[in-house]
């Protein structure tokens, strides 16, 4: 395997909650499709490993639980639909109300057409009309493509009831508040710029890799 900067330069943060949920971060220059950040984020563990996904899936129970009441429907954003399964199965187990006469969540991803907009198929619809909706994504920044996500639950007649994101630098989005696993606090000096006013740009320091929910591309 080609030797890899990025991920040998790598360090490993551990979440206030549970010491048993941990992502990696390495400081640099990056860029997203909405912006530049001094911190690229890996979530892949949570994303892909059986143990550390149902780990995060209890803690995201937790920290909802005095503050969603009802859930009908997953939707999952940036490849998380195995954390989505199991968060599905924590919250079955009491506590939270759905309104799905079969009594189990759905688990879903919407499809993004040509033009970035979110769409669900006329199969898909049922789990998303009229229904309580958490939105999980692996990594925000900007928020935007969970705005779009938002948006795109409300225009087939769903509920958003709240966000889950791994990793945040969000405590809200169009209204629904965000419950991360790690903060953009708990990085230091971690920071995001708007791609016209980025300081790395400024210094002509190069761009080390596109960066978005699901990894990174080196440049």
Known sequence: MQNDDIRNRMVKFYA???????INGVHGHFATSNSHINYY???TRIKVRVKEAEEAAKSFRNKILNHVTMVDTIV???GTEVLGAFLAQELEKGSFTMTNTHETMYVVNPEENSIHQFMFRENIRPSIEGKNVLVLVATMTT??????SIECIEYYGGHTQAV???FSTKDEVEGHPVFTLFHQDDLPGY???PQHDCPYCAKKLPIEAMVNGYGYSKL
Do not use: A, Q, W
């Open 143 to 148: 928020g935007e493509t969970v705005r779009r």
């Open 191 to 193: 920071d995001t710029f």
């Open 41 to 43: 984020i890996d979530v």
């Open 76 to 78: 999952c954003l940036d």
């Open 164 to 166: 889950l994101s791994i």
């Open 16 to 22: 206030k909650d549970d010491p048993n949920v941990t």
